[in-house]
């Protein structure tokens, strides 16, 4: 078969079936993984990688698979579906643990890994779970070797294959030979890459004419065809079994594209150069390779820019730590072939900050954010009422049900959160982890100026251990007209906060007040505005401002600052330095540009009641009673202000 016909007008793009993992990269790179301490936690396994990968790159992806009944099976699920792919075919094993694999970066040539893979759910997936009627709405179907390799794969694979011939769906095979998954090297040699056997190049030729694309580096054609040393006679062996596209996988130099007959020689094939870019990690770039080839192919492009796209998004992948979190989206390849990138994409700051932000991300369609980050002046509340300091967590608690309560109110589903710290709100924090609110947690010592931590002077060593949906907010008291020294010290420990940020892989939310000794009389904004365009000037990001009320005129000076320096900004939201609830409101009316998303404040809702609480004139439930009212003074106040159009496009998208 010389060219693909994919059919058009179904629900998927692509389907995959196949290994589906939890993958765990050791940390430290240069070591074996016996010596590795630490390791991070992926989506893994071949055919779930190029799931993912097409999904990140806007296809309709949809994965084929089997996970056990566990924390790892749901999180590979919540993880694809996270990304946009259909997991509505991945089977749950009650009796069989989710596979896992162990991966290390010993250098650019040595990879090892350790594949937990001994009656794993993947490997029992079930051929008469396979559906007729949703593989016919897939316009193909992708399958890699190692679900061909054992009697219950291979059924349930050939069974799927069976019916996606009946019904045009165009079947793919991406080699993807582990020799250590076929039982041909030690169990601990999950890196060999190729070990001839003449009985699996025998039962792999024996499938290769139920696929109409199939990819492969050289030693996967070497497995395939089955002659040692002459990738050439393999192509050829394989062209007497199948008539599929064959695409061979070299490397640097590319790949190349053979239909119907076998050249004399490879390069007279059609062959697309590849990118030569610095190797941090081989492991995953054929899953990207793979993903883009069919991102290009089903979109109608033909095998050269689709090879192109391949080509990219593997050397990107090769670039990065991790296989599935590694897959460019769509505005990275466009970065890239720009002509704007750096050679070397690990040293490109906008390839790095796209990839943080051009991915699906939840989404807030407006903030209503209740703020009790606040720890100097709830101690002091707590003196001043002659109470132990421990009430103040115990006060945090009462506000997390608060907020619990209000997320039943008609519109307010999907847009609330909190502002709590650490210290004296930790029970409170780890109470609203994983409720699916905006988490805000803030970093600055109370009051510091010059900006200092809380509590640590390496903030990297702290976010390791924080939940990745916990977004680490900064409050830092600037004035673009500091002193020169003190300015220059507060940018270097905001520098601090940006690259742990970006390491740690946490949104950042910057918040900007200026000094009031440094405010001049009728700046309604000017200042801040101006702070911002510095922090974009020496490379600053957050995903998210948070400044006080302003002038209109300065929130569109604000909006227009940001689309034109980050267009993925996820928005500005106002704070309320104890300002009445009405004079909120009123600055509410103020701030209709598009940039902001809403409000973040604390003293305003539960100063009164916090006092009155702690000093016992009020009990548990009037207390609530009373910020409960406030809250929802301030949010009918916002839903107030904002235009009919703006309503409108908060509930859309919400």
């Known amino acids: 078969m010389n060219t693909l016909f994919f059919p058009a007008d179904r629900a998927f793009d ?30 893994g396994g071949s055919s779930a990688n190029i799931a993912f990968g097409t999904a990140r790159l806007g296809l309709r992806s949809a994965m084929i698979s089997r996970v056990g009944n566990e924390q790892n099976g749901r999180f590979l699920l919540d993880t694809l579906q996270r990304e946009g792919c259909d997991t509505s075919q991945v089977q749950t094993d009650d009796q069989r643990l989710t596979a896992m694999v162990l991966l290390g970066i010993k250098n650019q040539d040595t990879f090892p890994l350790l594949f937990a893979r001994e009656n794993c759910a993947d490997m029992a997936l079930d051929a008469d779970a396979i559906s007729e009627s949703f593989l016919a709405q897939c316009r193909s179907l992708v399958i890699t070797g190692t679900h061909l390799s054992t009697p219950t794969v291979l059924a349930a694979s050939r069974r799927a294959l069976d019916i996606a011939g009946r019904h045009g769906v165009v079947r793919v095979l991406d080699i993807d030979y582990r020799p250590v998954l076929w039982g041909l090297a030690a169990k601990g040699d999950g890196e060999t890459r190729y070990v001839g056997s003449q009985d699996v190049s025998r039962h792999l030729q024996a499938q290769l004419a139920s696929f109409e694309l199939i990819i492969g580096t050289e030693e996967e054609w070497m497995i ?36 119907g007959d ?31 080839l069919l991102a290009g192919l089903l979109r109608g492009k033909d095998f050269t820019e689709s090879a192109k796209i391949a080509n990219a998004c593997g050397a990107i992948v090769v670039s990065r730590h991790g296989c599935a979190p590694a897959m460019p989206t769509p505005d990275e390849l466009s970065h890239w072939f720009s002509g704007q990138r750096n050679p070397r994409p690990d040293q490109d700051p906008l390839l790095a900050h796209l990839h943080r932000v051009s991915v699906r991300r939840p989404q807030w369609p407006a903030l209503y954010v209740l703020a009790y980050d606040h720890r100097a002046q709830l101690e002091d509340m ?47 924090l780890h109470n609203a982890t994983g409720r699916g609110w905006w988490l805000g947690r803030p970093i600055e010592r109370p009051g510091s100026r010059p900006l200092r931590f809380d509590g640590t002077h390496s903030l990297g060593s702290q976010l390791v251990h924080w939940p990745r949906e916990q977004v680490v907010k900064c409050l830092v008291f600037y004035h ?82 940001v689309r034109e320096r980050d267009p993925y900004c996820r928005g500005a939201v106002i704070l309320g330095l104890s300002q009445p609830v009405d004079q909120l409101i009123a600055g509410f009316a103020e701030a209709r540009a598009p940039i902001v998303k ?28 009373q910020v409960a009212a406030n809250f929802r003074r301030l949010i009918a106040g916002w839903r107030a202000s904002r235009s009919v159009e703006q309503r409108a496009a908060e509930q859309v998208t919400a």
């Open 382 to 428: 707590a003196k001043q009422a002659g109470v132990e300091v421990q009430q103040v967590s115990r006060l945090k608690k009462l506000l997390n049900q608060v907020v619990a309560d209000i997320e039943n109110d008609a519109g307010c589903k999907g847009k609330l959160g909190v502002l709590i710290d650490g210290r004296m709100g930790e029970a409170a």
């Open 598 to 625: 809403g409000f973040m404040i604390g003293r305003t809702v539960w100063a009164g009641p916090s006092q009155a609480w702690l000093k016992r004139e009020i009990d548990d439930a009037e207390f609530q009673s």
């Open 14 to 43: 692509v389907a995959c079936l196949g290994r589906l993992a939890v993958d765990l990269y050791a940390q430290q790179i240069g070591c074996n993984l016996e010596s590795a301490s630490s390791f991070a936690k992926y989506l």
């Open 480 to 561: 673009p007209d500091d002193a020169v020294a003190l300015r220059a010290e507060q940018d270097e420990w905001l520098q601090q906060v940006w690259e742990a940020t970006r390491a740690s892989g946490h949104e950042l939310l910057l918040e900007v007040i200026p000094p009031k000794d440094m405010l001049v009389p009728g700046d309604t904004g000017e200042a801040v505005v101006r702070a911002i365009r510095h922090f974009y000037d020496i490379g600053l990001k957050p995903e998210w401002w948070k400044v006080g009320t302003m002038a209109a005129r300065n929130w569109e000076a604000l909006d227009a600052l």
């Open 262 to 292: 076998i050249p004399a020689r490879l390069d007279d094939a059609l062959t697309v150069l590849g990118e030569r870019i610095e190797v941090l990690n081989v492991l995953g770039a054929g899953d990207a390779f793979a993903s883009g």
């Open 224 to 259: 395939a065809g089955g002659v040692d040393g002459d990738l050439m006679a393999c192509l050829r062996r394989v062209r007497e079994c199948t008539q599929a596209v064959l695409v061979v996988k070299r490397g640097p130099l590319g790949c190349s594209i053979v239909r």
